[in-house]
């Protein structure tokens, strides 16, 4: 049991850590077509970046594949794969549960780490890329990649998800994490600037945190930064030609 859980963790860290350079090298190369020089002597700090996610990625892998051995061995979550287990409606409340469960875990954990000495132990690890690129996503000093690696392994033993939904979830964390640091957005203009734009966290919106530190502390949504007073807007400087 524990060389399969042992397994299970390894293939989970090496799925993380390609789905990271992947996703993060897909966009980079993106930027480069669109923006062309925007990364123009960062080498040395996108060096930085990716040795961190790398890190990163095996922390990451280590909770989901104990759960992933636990359900597929156990049957230990509430992960199901028979879309005919619950109603379909629950399909989407579940998808908007674990992405608001987790906007909200990050928004106050994010908000503690911007304390002077949590700051300095760790975040500052991930406020060193100036600016930050789109290696930069999973750019956490190893206390602060504890902190985002427990949430979806724990939520899925409190709410159920189909294991479709449940790989929309982490298909959606890893897109905006990477987009949201990219140093430009992605996004149109119509979309960002819209009245369901104004919900949202994208580019516009995370770089205002980079630039300034103690605002912007969201992840998905723009719920908990309107209702704490700590949303200062979008930057102007991100907008799509």
């Known amino acids: 049991m524990v060389v399969a859980i042992i397994l299970s963790a390894l293939a ?7 789905r990271y350079l992947a996703a993060s090298g897909l966009f980079a190369w993106a930027t480069e077509r669109v923006r062309p020089g925007l990364y123009a002597g960062l080498a040395p700090q996108i060096r930085r970046e990716i040795g961190w996610s790398l890190l990163s990625a095996a922390i990451y892998g280590v909770p ?13 979550t509430l992960i199901y794969s028979d879309p005919q287990a619950y109603p379909l409606w629950a399909m989407p409340l579940s998808l908007f549960a674990y992405l608001f469960a987790h906007d909200t875990w990050f ?12 700051f300095r132990l760790a975040h500052a690890v991930h406020h060193a890329s100036r600016p930050p690129t789109a290696w930069a996503a999973m750019s956490f000093h190893p206390l602060e990649a504890i902190t985002g690696a427990v949430v979806i392994p ?26 949201n640091h990219m140093g430009w957005e992605i996004f149109p203009r119509a979309l960002v600037r819209s009245r369901i734009g104004g919900w949202l966290i994208t580019a516009s919106h995370h770089q205002r ?33």
């Open 12 to 18: 989970m860290t090496a799925i993380v850590a390609l």
């Open 64 to 76: 989901a594949g104990i759960v992933a051995w636990g359900w597929h061995e156990r049957g230990w």
């Open 107 to 118: 928004y106050w954990t994010h908000r503690w780490m911007h304390r002077p000495r949590p």
């Open 154 to 179: 724990a939520l899925v033993f409190l709410i159920p998800i189909h294991v479709g939904v449940l790989a929309l979830v982490l298909a959606i964390m890893t897109v905006m994490g990477v987009t």
């Open 209 to 241: 945190h980079h630039d300034h530190y103690r605002c912007n502390y969201g992840l998905y949504f723009r719920f908990w930064d309107r209702l704490c007073g700590t949303d200062r807007g979008l930057s102007d400087r991100f907008v799509r030609p």
